[in-house]
């Protein structure tokens, strides 16, 4: 193991959706500085969209505007966001859909040029090879890449971050990007529940299986505030390969049925849109129904065309294959027989919820010269592909003007050897005593606790105040256990860390939950001992702060701040 | 069985260290086997069916299969990227043998053979 010492001025983490757009942007705005991107893949295909995207989820199609959109995210997230943040977000769509066109994704367009929209956010592209177009434009904009490098910490010193260390899972160095500013964009966390599909399929999940919480893990142990983990995100996916169903619902504009052939969401939820309800609830209808006996569930699309059900198909094809290839295999035929839907194991997404830093319209978190954008950063959720680039870009204004006026950071070498100790560990203990606890049975074991008393599917994703009591305590005896974990080789290693990381994410998770204590989000967070929403009490964020010192996990509120006028709970 | 590699199709990309197909895959699951220079996946159940290694392969050596749990053998889903590299068509194979032909406009980017890796050496990332 050798050290490799790096100096950047602007080190980003994550070479995804968000860590792309921000690379390219540092060069442009600021030529001058230099720009390091530390990623875990490699970034022609790492993250979210390594399969492909079919859409952009986030865009002004015409007659929309900045406000009418923060209507919209407020009434889909149950009248609660950071307008602020959704408003800044959104004003630069235009902005980077632009760009990536011009850097090669295809956008369907019609005869006139232009761009065909789905839905009042959405328009469609042939994303399949949208990760390695964005990926270029960072390559060619001077970045310089540390690809197969697994960032572990952060550099802190006096709560101030001044880069960052990572471990390269191709020849076990340890990476020590020392950095003026810092923009962390690790994306989300999957894993934390038990999965939905076991066996050879267990990473058959929606969200990118890889993105495993290293950001939140980082930022929790630094002692960064943290906001709204309570707001887990609980899809409604096709039943056994976890697809999206936007693609289905407004493709061809499916409405859910339960077995009994129902319109349950048209019926029982119309006084908040029936199908077009806020999406929590477009989980919680279905959940209701299947815990009620009346399921399966399904999406409507008995009714479409032949031709339909092909272009169907080809828009998964786009962004999520293995759908084609399921229905094919089971002899499944959507224009004929509904297609079944399921809710997802529980995320922590910030692009879709808004769990995530807390951090000012800057995209500045609480740590002076740490950044974060895209699905790590919390309080602006539905940013999609196309939210997360704005607040890549955002991220990078800010990073730049911060990183022209402060120097590089003294890191005190017993940090480094600290983390170093800490790193390696697990390789260690496997050469010294070979026995010990597989990463692997650490995340089962993790798995286990959140699913049957953190609101797993198998409890329908309801808690309470006293199994959530049993969670915590649960937990707490994990991380003495740390100690015990053992990888045989660098690929081992990296699970290890990812699921030290999932631990430190399911900690706050846990003490969010138990905090709120109403039902804001019906289906992501449903509580059976304080069923309603109450705005009087809880019409605020919940936050948190891991003290760096004992450990313990403060939880305190932050007010809401109404920006756009008109009814919270209303979609215009 | 999310993907599986045809070591008789798999020409190692001419004795690559760093071979498309490894470096392509977000989980890093696929890696070479030090002793045939062939490509192995290290652990299916690690897989997210992604497929950016299906398509990326120059012999169309790894193909997808779905999980059995999820689905009846032997339905195949193939990805041919046309040589103008503007298109891609998926052929569709159901569980009866028919064929049913997808082809989608997109932009797939030249992809080299090999590449050098920030500060590692070549014979520390050929395993
Ligand atoms: C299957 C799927 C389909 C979707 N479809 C659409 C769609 O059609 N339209 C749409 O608008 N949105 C869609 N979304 C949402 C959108 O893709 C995400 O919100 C967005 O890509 C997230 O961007 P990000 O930059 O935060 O994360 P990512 O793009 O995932 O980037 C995170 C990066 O961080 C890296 N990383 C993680 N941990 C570490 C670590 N420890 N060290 C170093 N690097 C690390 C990862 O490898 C990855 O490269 C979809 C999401 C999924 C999962
Ligand atoms: S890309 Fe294909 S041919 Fe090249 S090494 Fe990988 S499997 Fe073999
Ligand atoms: S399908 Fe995706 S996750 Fe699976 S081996 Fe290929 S690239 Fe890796």
Same mark, same amino acid.
């Given at each position: 193991?050798e ?10 983490i994550?070479?995804?959706t968000?860590?792309?757009?921000a690379?390219?942007?540092v060069?442009e ?53 950071r ?8 004003k ?16 369907l ?42 960032a ?17 899972i ?5 990476f ?42 980082m ?14 995100y609980?899809?409604l ?12 619902a ?10 009994k ?12 849109g ?51 290839l ?10 004929k ?12 997404v ?39 680039w ?31 100790n ?27 606790i ?47 860390h ?29 509580r059976t ?7 009087e ?6 936050n948190s ?12 509120t ?12 209303k979609?215009? | ?7 008789d ?12 197909c ?17 490509? *192995? ?13 299906? %398509?990326v392969? +120059?012999? /169309?050596?790894? @193909? ?27 052929e *569709? ?10 082809t989608?406009?997109t %932009?797939?980017l +030249?992809? /080299?053979?090999? @590449? ?12």
């Amino acid at each position: 193991m050798e050290q490799n010492i790096i100096e950047t001025d602007i080190l980003i983490i994550g070479g995804g959706t968000a860590g792309c757009l921000a690379a390219v942007e540092v060069r442009e705005r600021f030529p001058n500085l230099s720009v390091t991107i530390m990623e875990k893949a490699h970034i022609d295909r790492s993250g979210c969209l390594a399969g492909g995207m079919n859409a952009i989820n986030a865009y002004l199609n015409p007659g929309e505007t900045p406000e009418s959109f923060v209507k919209y995210v407020r009434f889909d997230s149950c009248g609660l966001i950071r307008e602020d943040l959704v408003l800044s977000m959104s004003k630069l769509f235009e902005y980077c859909v632009k760009k990536v066109e011009k850097w090669g994704l295809p956008i369907l367009c019609d005869e006139k040029g232009n761009y065909i929209p789905r839905g009042r956010w959405n328009i469609k592209i042939n994303g399949e090879s949208l990760k390695p177009i964005i990926a270029k434009a960072a390559k060619n904009a001077g970045t310089k890449v540390l690809n197969w490098v697994v960032a572990t910490n952060y550099l802190v010193v006096d709560g101030k971050v001044g880069g960052a260390v990572g471990v390269s899972i191709r020849n076990g160095n340890l990476f020590i990007v020392k950095a003026k500013a810092t923009i962390i964009a690790t994306g989300g966390a999957a894993g934390i529940y038990k999965p939905n599909n076991a066996h050879d399929a267990q990473h058959k999940t929606w969200y990118c299986p890889y993105n495993t919480g290293a950001g939140f893990a980082m930022g929790i142990r630094a002692g960064a505030e943290m906001t709204s983990f309570e707001m887990r995100y609980i899809g409604l996916r096709v039943k056994d390969t976890i697809a999206p169903t936007g693609t289905i619902a407004l493709g061809v504009g499916a409405p859910q049925i339960n077995s009994k052939g129902e319109k349950f969401m048209a019926t029982k939820y119309a006084h908040i849109g029936g199908d077009g309800a806020p999406t929590p609830y477009r989980s919680h209808g279905p959940i209701q129904e299947i815990k009620e006996g009346r399921g399966p569930v399904y999406l409507d699309t008995r009714h479409i065309t032949s031709q339909q059900a092909r272009d169907l198909k080809s828009a998964f094809l786009d962004m999520y294959p293995s759908m084609v290839l399921y229905w094919a295999a089971n002899e499944i035929d959507p224009s004929k027989e509904p297609v079944e839907v399921q809710t997802t194991e529980p995320y922590i997404v910030g692009g879709h919820t808004q769990s995530g830093y807390w951090i000012d319209v800057n995209r500045k978190t609480t740590l002076d010269g740490l950044y974060a954008a895209g699905d790590v950063s919390g309080g602006a959720p539905y940013k999609f592909v196309s939210g997360c680039w704005a607040e890549g870009v955002i991220a990078a204004m800010n990073a730049g003007e911060y990183a022209q006026k402060n120097e590089f950071m003294e890191i005190p070498a017993d940090i480094i050897e600290e983390e170093q100790n800490r790193v390696f560990a697990p390789l260690l203990s496997f050469t010294n005593k070979k026995d010990g606890i597989r990463p692997y049975d650490m995340e089962v074991r993790l798995q286990k606790i959140m699913e049957e008393y953190a609101g797993g599917a198998a409890t329908f994703y309801e808690v309470s105040e006293e199994r959530l009591h049993v969670a915590k305590r649960r937990l707490s005896t994990l991380p003495d256990q740390f100690k015990h974990l053992i990888a045989e080789e660098l690929h081992e290693l990296m699970k290890a860390h990812e699921v030290i990381d999932r631990v430190y994410v399911a900690q706050t998770l846990v003490e969010h939950m138990l905090y709120r204590k109403e039902t804001r989000w019906p289906g992501y967070c449903t509580r059976t001992d304080y069923t309603e929403r109450d705005d009087e009490q809880w019409l605020k964020f919940v936050n948190s702060r891991r003290d760096v010192v004992t450990g313990n996990i403060e939880v305190f509120t932050r007010p809401y701040e109404q920006i756009v006028p008109g009814d919270r709970y209303k979609p215009r | 069985m999310p993907v599986v590699v045809h070591a008789d199709k798999c020409n190692t990309c001419h004795g690559s260290h760093n071979p498309p197909c490894v470096r392509m895959c977000p989980g890093d699951l696929l890696m070479k086997d030090p002793k045939t220079g062939k490509i *192995l996946m290290r652990d299916p159940a690690e897989c997210w069916d992604c497929l950016p290694c299906v %398509k990326v392969c +120059p012999q /169309e050596a790894i @193909e997808f299969r779905l999980s059995y749990q999820l689905g009846f053998h032997t339905a195949r889903l193939l990805p041919h990227i046309h040589d103008t590299r503007d298109f891609i068509t998926w052929e *569709l194979i159901d569980t009866e043998g028919a064929i049913d032909n997808f082809t989608i406009r997109t %932009k797939v980017l +030249p992809v /080299e053979l090999d @590449e050098k890796i920030e500060g590692v050496a070549a014979v520390d990332f050929s395993i």
